[in-house]
Structure formats: C-alpha cells, structure tokens
C-alpha cells in the first residue's frame, strides 16, 4: 500500500520544516546579534518617572530591591511598591518600609478593587495607599487577576497623578544606577515606540549548579536574541519586567488584561497590532535571580509556556491578517507567539517515530516499507543534516553568548547539562499548551525569590511528575534498546531524552 509510505514520508517533512522555520530565526537573530544595533537617541525630557516593583508575599528580597531603585542617579522618580500580600506578617513589614520613608497613608481615594467571593457575589474594597514624595505603598487587599490585576488599578493611580512613564520590576531585579536616564533618552526619540526593553541577567557570583544552567538558557534571549531582533527590526517584545513603558501607549492598547498568566506578551501583540513598537536597549542591565530548583523552573515554565499558548489562540490570526507589520515581522511575531509551541510538535515527532519503526518492523521486506525506504533514500543526507541543523539551534543562542559576547569558555562544559534540564520538563510544556490553547482556567504560581544567603532547603518536584517522567524514561529505554536490537541501529535521540527524562524523574 503505497498511499500509507506516501504518508509517513510526507508528514516527517512537514514537521522537519516546521522545525526549519523555529531553527531560521534562532540562527538568524545569533548572527544578527554580533553586530551592533543603532537605536535613536534625544536629550531626555526630566519628566517624572514612576520605578515600579511588583511583589507578591516577598519576604527576603522587597528591602534590597528597593534601596536598588532609591540609588537610581534619575532625579525625577518615585519609587513604587504594588504589593499583593496576603501574609500578615509581610504586609507589617511593607506597610514599615513606607512608614519609615515618611509616607502618610491616603484616605481619600476612589480606587477600589472587586473581589468575588465562592458564591459569586462582587464586593468592593479600597486599595490601601501610603505617599511620600519618593515612596508609595499601593497594596491591594487580593491577588484577583495576578500581577496584570496589580498593573491595572496601579495605571488608573499613576494617569490621575499625571505620571508619564513607568519602570517596571519584578521584586527581586536591580537595574544599573542610569536605567532611567538611558532608557527615557530611547523613549523619547520617538513618538511610535510603547516601551524601552532592557537586559536581565542573573547575580554572577553565588549561583548554585542548577541556576548556572538556568542562566545560560535564559541569558541567550537577552545576550542573542532580543539583540538580533533589534539590529534587524523585527518586533521587540516586552518581557515583563526590567521595562520603561509610556503610559500613554498602555492605555491606547487597553491596559493589563487581569488575570493572564503571560501580561507581557499579551500585552506586547497589543502593541504590535496598534501601530506602536519596541526597543531593546541591551547596554543597559538589571541583575536579578532565576529559579533555585528544578520543581521552581518546572512550575515557572508551565506559567509562562500556558499563557503563550492562550495568546497564541488569541492572535494568530489577528497577527496574520494585519497590515501593521511586514511579511517578515507577522512570521518573528507568531514565531514569538509560538515559542513554547515546538515541545508539542516534539513530543508527537517522537511518538509518530517510535510507530514508523514499530511499523518498519512489523512490515520488514513489504512492498510498503520498501517503497517508503526508496523514497527516503532521496532525501536521507539532507534530513539527518536538516535534524542535527535543527537540534544545535537550541545551543546556539548560549554559543554566541558565551564564545563573543562574555567570553567565558568554561560555561561551554555546561551544555550538555543545559540541554538536557531544557529537555526534562517537555511534559510540562505539553501539558501547558494543552491547558492554555483550550482556555482552561489556571492559577498563577510565584516563583519563590530568596537571597542566596537565606535559601533553605530546595523543594523537589511532586511523587506524582517524578514516577510519570520515570515511566517515560523506560519506555524511551525499552524502546531504543528493541530497535538495536531488532535493526542494529543506534539512535542518537536516546542520548538526549533519555537523561532528560532521567533528570525530570530524580528532581
């Protein structure tokens, strides 16, 4: 039967190319990177800029982040804290930062939030505000819609106090002491652009083995990527924190969309979609943390990766269809979008490939198989090249960090390691996808920030994961060591799957 070899050779092709595509871009904006962008600049302006840190039940970093933004050397700033707390003991503790920087606590305001308790009924609490000239406490009795929740209600204080522009920190990043002025003079330069992105880096010194692996995976967006992008002016994204946004551009594009796991991108689509475009100005750097252990990744990932799939639903064909971006910016835009889409397509590559090898088996010597072999053997030099071009386009982005960028040669004996942590959570991308592409209702989950010197004992992931990545594992082992034996062949693929899984099933 010919039509079923027709098949499974023309479906490995497509998803071959849809791979091709993702690998493109990633190669693309590396090289890209290496050369230097020109961004416009003008003399800023002085208006009042207000710093931004969001923070939910923070209990360890909140103090050293703010003092952070008090050493900005911006003269026309104020700090401020929108917080979501719900600990007692942390809300004493912020509700004492601003005491102790003179903050008087406002008692006539109109913001409130709504809040629905379990039978559905709305009821209306005031947000708790303390001022000073250089610190504000805007503390919301609820997390109800996130950290986009915070951001909404937080825009409707800044436009009534006539704040312009808003630096936005997540609650344990500390920008460079000229952030403010070196962003604004980007801003400013033009009249279209919503919001100056800057770089994020994790703290050098102190890292634990598994962070180390962490950064180099999260650090190539912002070394390689985000550069790439700039110097060919293809769509910036705004990343969520360690950002100047207009305030103005904000509100044009509707605001925070409350409760969405993803705000920054979702709001970044907004943008695009409008007119309005982005900078990433990446001589400008915030030091911060990524996640302390695997399970703090693994549930982080699974944030970020359903929200980008919601927005995925919710644009693509928006992004398709406009005319506010060139051919060539729609495909960086909905490559964006599906980002975190490929561990999908992976995971069904890899379950049709283990079924064209049981069927290679079953049918050895058919007329079938034969015909399929004949018509991979066209094809077979250029599809191994294609698929090893593909799986190094994961490496590459670290590659040109560590080798032209910083320059630190050792970090290139982490690779393996990273390769394979990126690897161990592709169950969690899936099922995240899965749960963001049909709109399922989610929780957001913080990722636990902790100084270094104040870490406890790091949590490891549910029995629950870890026996169904173990299962995997086996599966995957059982199945390479039959076609080896069954075909003498030896799959390459074990050496990246199965320690992937082996690691999601010990952490």
């Not at 005031?126 to 950290?147: A, T």
């Not at 279209?192 to 102190?206: H, L, M, N, S």
């Not at 406009?322 to 835009?333: F, P």
């Not at 090249?385 to 910083?406: D, E, G, R, T, Y």
Request: glycine share 6%; charged share 20%; aromatic share 16%.
């Amino acid at each position: 039967m010919v039509w079923s070899a027709t098949l499974i050779f023309i479906v490995q092709l497509a998803c071959l190319s849809v791979f091709v595509v993702f690998a493109f871009f990633n190669y693309l904006y590396a090289f890209a990177s290496l050369r230097k962008p020109n961004i416009p600049l003008t003399p800023h302006s002085g208006d009042e800029v207000a710093v931004v840190i969001v923070a939910y039940n923070e209990k360890f970093v909140l103090e050293r982040t703010i003092r952070g933004c008090e050493r900005l050397s911006y003269p026309n700033k104020f700090t401020v804290l929108a917080d979501d707390s719900t600990d007692p003991d942390i809300i004493k503790q912020v509700r004492e930062f601003a005491i102790s920087r003179g903050c008087k606590k406002l008692l006539d305001h109109s913001l409130i939030q709504e809040i629905s308790d379990e039978s559905g009924r709305i009821r209306n609490e005031p947000i708790e505000i303390w001022e000073s000239k250089e610190f504000v406490l805007f503390h919301r009795p609820s997390k109800d819609g996130f950290k986009a929740g915070c951001l909404k209600k937080l825009q409707a204080y800044l436009e009534r106090r006539g704040t312009k522009y808003m630096y936005l920190l997540d609650a344990d990043w500390k920008p460079q002491t000229d952030a403010l002025e070196r962003t604004l003079e980007v801003l400013e330069a033009q009249d279209d652009v919503a919001f100056v992105q800057t770089k994020r880096i994790a703290f050098p010194y102190g890292m634990n083995v598994f962070q180390k692996y962490v950064a180099l995976s999260e650090e190539g967006c912002y070394f390689v990527d985000f550069e790439g992008r700039q110097v060919l002016g293809h769509p910036a994204l705004f990343s969520g924190c360690c950002t100047l946004l207009r305030l103005s551009a904000v509100d044009h594009v509707g605001g925070f969309t409350p409760g969405h796991l993803t705000e920054d991108i979702d709001l970044t689509n907004r943008f695009w979609l409008s007119g309005w475009k982005g900078v990433y100005l990446g001589n400008v750097v915030n030091y911060g943390e990524v996640p302390f252990a695997h399970d703090h990744f693994r549930r982080q990932q699974e944030r970020w990766c359903a929200g980008t799939a919601r927005v995925l639903r919710e644009y693509f064909w928006a992004i398709v269809q406009t005319k506010q971006l060139t051919i060539g910016s729609k495909l960086s835009a909905l490559r964006q979008n599906a980002y975190y889409a490929t561990p999908v397509l992976t995971g069904a590559v890899i379950l049709f490939g283990m079924a064209t090898v049981w069927w290679l088996a079953v049918g050895w010597n058919s007329y079938s198989v034969e015909y399929y072999l004949y018509l991979l053997s066209f094809v077979k030099f250029p599809f191994v090249i294609a698929i090893c071009i593909c799986l190094l386009s994961n490496l590459i982005q670290p590659f040109v960090m560590v080798v032209f960028k910083k320059q630190s040669y050792r970090d290139l004996f982490h690779f393996p390691m990273v390769l394979w942590y990126g690897w161990s959570v592709m169950l969690t991308y899936i099922m995240a996808n899965v749960k963001g592409l049909f709109g399922t209702n989610l929780d957001w989950f913080r990722t636990p920030k902790f100084l270094r010197s104040q870490v406890g004992p790091l949590p490891s992931g549910s029995v629950t994961v870890r026996i169904v990545n173990l299962s995997v594992c086996a599966t995957f082992m059982a199945f390479y060591f039959t076609e080896g034996w069954v075909f003498g062949w030896v799959d390459t693929w074990g050496l990246l799957l199965i320690p992937a899984f082996l690691i999601a099933s010990m952490k």
